[in-house]
T-cell receptor, first 114, second 115 residues
Framework: AQSVTQPDIHITVSEGASLELRCNYS??????LFWYVQSPGQGLQLLLK??????LVQGIKGFEAEFKRSQSSFNLRKPSVHWSDAAEYFC????????????FGKGTTLSVSS | SAVISQKPSRDICQRGTSLTIQCQVD?????MFWYRQQPGQSLTLIAT?????????ESGFVIDKFPISRPNLTFSTLTVSNMSPEDSSIYLC????????????FGPGTRLTVL
């Protein structure tokens, strides 16, 4: 069965420091992979997605993610975190028809300290 | 892009009652979905809303409890039936177009509290 694991429930990073959020997936075929962000009281916003091709994917707000098939991972990175990045981050794999039904990880809460 | 609105944005209901949540997209979309986000938890797919036919439910979700309609390409409803406190969650609608696999957009959610 498809699944997504985000090993870190909560991460605190100093403002200006680099960030890496981990995501591992289990999926039989070539996965469609996504990172979403949910700010308090806000809806979900897509940060980036991977379907095929270049394994390093650039997203919005300075985020990037690298697909590593050998490790079944799709980790999210940002070189310098801003206080406004504090939010809940969800990794998801697309299942079903054309990978449209999303299976989400449990999420990682990011706190940013000054 | 697509803008999705949901009504109501929140509600407090008594156990045993039912609530219908509406999802409206500002343009025609290929697929629409309903997700549940229980307190402090991740999102779980309830079902795919199919236009003009019965929804496709994920394991653990049944039509009697969560009837879904999708009469056209821009609108869907989810009903939470015979509610219990365990149904207290945020319910989110999402939509996407399959052409080139566009982004799956999410609505703002409906926060439901069942007393």
């Amino acid at each position: 069965a498809q699944s997504v694991t985000q090993p870190d429930i909560h991460i605190t990073v100093s403002e200006g420091a680099s960030l890496e959020l981990r995501c591992n997936y289990s999926y039989g075929a070539t996965p469609y992979l996504f990172w979403y962000v949910q700010s308090p009281g806000q809806g979900l916003q897509l940060l980036l997605k991977y379907f095929s091709g270049d394994t390093l994917v650039q997203g919005i707000k300075g985020f990037e993610a690298e697909f590593k098939r050998s490790q079944s991972s799709f980790n999210l990175r940002k070189p310098s975190v801003h206080w406004s990045d504090a939010a809940e981050y969800f990794c998801a794999v697309g299942a079903g028809q054309a990978g449209t039904a999303l299976i989400f990880g449990k999420g990682t809460t990011l706190s940013v300290s000054s | 892009s697509a803008v999705i609105s949901q009504k109501p944005s929140r509600d407090i209901c008594q156990r045993g009652t039912s609530l219908t949540i509406q999802c409206q997209v500002d343009s025609q979309v290929t697929m629409m979905f309903w997700y549940r986000q229980q307190p402090g938890q991740s999102l779980t797919l309830i079902a795919t809303a199919n236009q003009g036919s019965e929804a496709t439910y994920e394991s653990g979700f049944v039509i009697d409890k969560f009837p879904i309609s999708r009469p056209n390409l821009t609108f869907s409803t989810l009903t939470v039936s015979n509610m219990s406190p365990e149904d207290s969650s945020i319910y989110l609608c999402s939509a996407l177009r399959l052409a080139g696999y566009n982004e799956q957009f999410f609505g703002p959610g409906t926060r439901l509290t069942v007393l």
